[in-house]
C-alpha cells in the first residue's frame, strides 16, 4: 500500500504562481504514474496533469497547458503552477498507479492510491 502526502497549497493571487509537491512512500513507489487531480465543492473531479514512473510520458489538461509543470524527483513530485486563475481554485489531490509501461500515464484511468488534498485558492 503506498502512502502519498501533499503539501504547498496556499491562498495565492491572480497571475501568481505555486509549487505542489507529493512525496510517495511505500513498496516500488519508484514504479508508480502519479497524477494530479482537483476538485471543487458540488463539481466533479478533474485530472490535472501526470507523469509516468520514468518520466517519458506526461500529460496535461488543456485548461493547464503552458501554465503548469510536472515534475519528479525520486519519489516526490512536483506541480509548478503559473499564471494563476481564480478557476484554479480546489483541493488538489495526487494520486498513484501502476501502469505497465513505465513510460506510460494517463487521466483516463482510475489510480488507486490518494493522498489527503491540499487547498489551492486563488484570489484578491
Known amino acids: 500500500q503506498l502512502q502519498l502526502v501533499e503539501s504547498g497549497g496556499d491562498l495565492v493571487q491572480p497571475g501568481g504562481s505555486l509549487r505542489l509537491s507529493c512525496v510517495v512512500s511505500?513498496?516500488?513507489?519508484?514504479?508508480?504514474?502519479i497524477g494530479w487531480f482537483r476538485q471543487v465543492p458540488g463539481k466533479e473531479r478533474e485530472g490535472v496533469s501526470c507523469i509516468s514512473s520514468s518520466e517519458a510520458a506526461r500529460e496535461y489538461a488543456d485548461s493547464v497547458k503552458g501554465r503548469f509543470t510536472i515534475s519528479r524527483d525520486k519519489n516526490t513530485v512536483y506541480l509548478q503552477m503559473n499564471s494563476l486563475k481564480p478557476e484554479d481554485t480546489a483541493v488538489y489531490y495526487c494520486?498513484?498507479?501502476?501502469?505497465?509501461?513505465?513510460?506510460?500515464?494517463?487521466?483516463?484511468?482510475?489510480?488507486?492510491?490518494w493522498g489527503q488534498g491540499t487547498q489551492v485558492t486563488v484570489s484578491s
Open positions: 494520486a498513484a498507479k501502476r501502469f505497465a509501461s513505465t513510460g506510460f500515464c494517463s487521466l483516463g484511468v482510475d489510480f488507486g492510491s
Open positions: 511505500g513498496f516500488r513507489a519508484e514504479y508508480y504514474g
